[in-house]
């Protein structure tokens, strides 16, 4: 079964990281590269992306003539997808297994973020048994 | 244009295949090894053969070829690390062709224990599914990860964990004894099983069904049944896949939506499919210990020989899902044969069985117990009630194909409300 793990940052200007020291930058990245890794050599990864920071993105909706009307920045959300991992695996308990490890990536001072990783399964074929 | 093979030996050689590398694997007790050994014979055979015509016994010559090849590895090996013993437990090259070249064992068990081995209680169900396609299914890693929706890297690392745990496990030293037998076999229809329902039903993904691995899985249980024949229950559930499988064409609309059985268009069954598994069936029954797949054949059977939902013989159903219920204590099964008590006794009967039912923790908010309420409170002309159930059943079910269903049969009979 397939699950998307996704990651939420609070939604207000550019990514935290930004302002932590050059050292837990480093740890970060260091632990989300391995996290990766471990993931694709246990034969449970099935994509995995990083998004661009809140500041860079925008809100597009069709006008009257079917053209862009874009929208900068939404300073309203509270929470925003800043990057995503799709899972396959045995059971729920895995992927809320992996989902436990990505939360305790390390912030400031090394220290676990425990950050909020919604966990949603991916939506697939009907039963065998059918009627 | 050099010479290719002819579908016909192309045919052999994925026939052979299993067989090859159940013999090399005995023989030389390195699954990779083998596996990459055996490609190489495949190889060689298919640039070999179209010149010098097919060999006497094409399965001894691939054998030997792979043997050699495995026997030239490691010697190059040894000569690389200055002649240092590298694996203890091999035999020396040279026994190796010379036990290959006068191949005299029946070639029924390197296949079947070849299938022992993929389909090991030690690997996890979807390693067990990927190693079979791999290893005797034939199939390349870019294929089995096409047919599961994963990237070719994920499934090829997938594979390799499963070989390095049978490995781990000493798993190919090991021949099931004579009771052992019984349970690996099961385990070995399990996986065939899997493999077919995630064709028939693709657990995974938008479409609704991929053919391809149903028919692999058929392919791959006939053989089975070849190398088994006085098992009851292989016969049964080779008999249970070619009646399912027969419904495909009528299973899904144009663009791709459900159809449930009731509603499906019988003129679309293929009649030489069922007429096979029916014979099949037929022969089995009388011949002693019948098992679950047996009677859900049988289920089958008599959905595929009726010529519609009213003029199914419903009580022979309601039997056989009786018999089904004391043989295994599946909560899917006792939902089945309240669908069954329904069409036999009406929808008020059925559902005073889902009442019972409801209390099993196992089904505790499982969509299917909502649906199977939606369609008999319908039945029993409680609108309102079934429009709940049916909604209820969309929202947690994870199925795209059978949500829209769900969904669409909410639509219609509030529809009629207004």
């Given at each position: 079964m397939k699950y998307m793990l996704m990651m939420n940052t609070p939604g207000n200007g550019p990514y935290q990281i930004a302002n932590w020291p050059q050292q837990d930058i480093k740890a970060h990245i260091a632990f989300m590269i391995g996290f990766a890794k471990k993931l694709g050599a246990s034969g449970e990864l099935v994509a995995a992306e990083g998004l661009s920071g809140p500041d860079q993105a925008k809100r597009v909706r069709a006008g009257k003539d079917g053209k862009p009307i874009t929208d900068g920045v939404f300073p309203e959300s509270k929470e925003f997808l800043a990057g995503y991992w799709i899972i396959d695996v045995e059971s729920p308990e895995r992927a809320y297994e992996i989902a436990a490890q990505a939360s305790a990536a390390p912030g400031p001072g090394g220290a676990p973020l425990n950050m909020p990783i919604e966990v949603r399964q991916v939506m697939s074929g009907p039963p065998p048994d059918m009627l | 244009m050099p010479p290719s093979l002819d579908t016909r030996t192309q045919h052999l050689l994925r026939e052979l295949m299993p067989q090859v590398l159940g013999a090399v694997i005995r023989r030389f007790r390195d699954f990779a090894a083998s596996e990459d050994a055996v490609q190489e014979a495949l190889i060689a055979a298919a640039t070999q053969w179209p010149h010098d015509g097919l060999p006497e016994n094409p399965r001894a010559w691939l054998i030997h070829i792979a043997s050699r090849r495995i026997a030239d590895h490691v010697r190059a090996e040894t000569a690389r690390r200055h002649r240092e013993a590298i694996v203890v437990s091999l035999v020396p090259p040279e026994d190796q062709i010379a036990l290959a070249a006068d191949e005299a064992t029946p070639e029924r068990d390197d296949a079947l224990d070849l299938l022992f081995m993929c389909c090991h209680p030690v690997l996890s169900p979807t390693s067990a599914i990927a190693l079979t396609l791999r290893a005797v299914g034939g199939l390349t890693t870019f294929e089995i990860a096409k047919a599961f929706l994963v990237p070719e890297a994920t499934m090829a690392q997938r594979i390799s964990r499963a070989k390095q745990s049978i490995k781990e496990s000493g798993v190919p030293f090991q021949i099931p004894t004579a009771e052992e037998r019984a349970a690996r076999l099961g385990s070995v229809m399990h996986v065939l099983y899997l493999i077919f329902n995630e064709g028939y039903?693709?657990?995974?993904?938008?479409?609704?069904?991929?053919s391809d691995l149903s028919g692999e899985a058929i392919r791959l249980t006939r053989m089975l049944h070849r190398l088994v024949p006085d098992d009851t229950e292989v016969a049964g559930l080779l008999a249970l896949m070619l009646l399912t499988d027969a419904r495909r064409a009528a299973r899904t609309g144009p663009s791709g939506e459900l159809i449930p059985l009731d509603q499906q268009d019988r003129a679309l069954w293929d009649r030489s499919a069922i007429a096979e598994g029916v014979a099949l069936l037929t022969a089995t029954l009388p011949r002693g210990a019948v098992g679950p797949y047996q009677v859900q054949a049988a289920i089958a059977a008599v959905h595929d020989e009726a010529a519609s939902t009213e003029e199914t013989d419903w009580p022979q159903i309601l039997g056989l899902y009786g018999l089904l219920q004391r043989m295994s204590d599946n909560p899917m099964v006792t939902l089945n044969h309240a669908i069954a008590v329904a069409m036999v006794h009406g929808p008020a009967a059925g559902l005073e069985r889902l009442d019972a039912l409801a209390k099993d923790p196992r089904l505790k908010g499982h969509h299917r117990l909502d649906a199977v309420r939606a369609h008999l409170l319908e039945r029993a002309g409680d609108h309102e009630g079934a429009i709940e159930h049916y909604r209820r059943a969309a929202e947690s079910t994870t199925s795209v194909s059978e949500r829209n269903y769900l969904l669409t049969h909410a639509a219609r009979l509030s529809e009629t409300r207004k």
């Open positions: - | 039903t693709a657990t995974s993904g938008p479409e609704l069904q991929r």
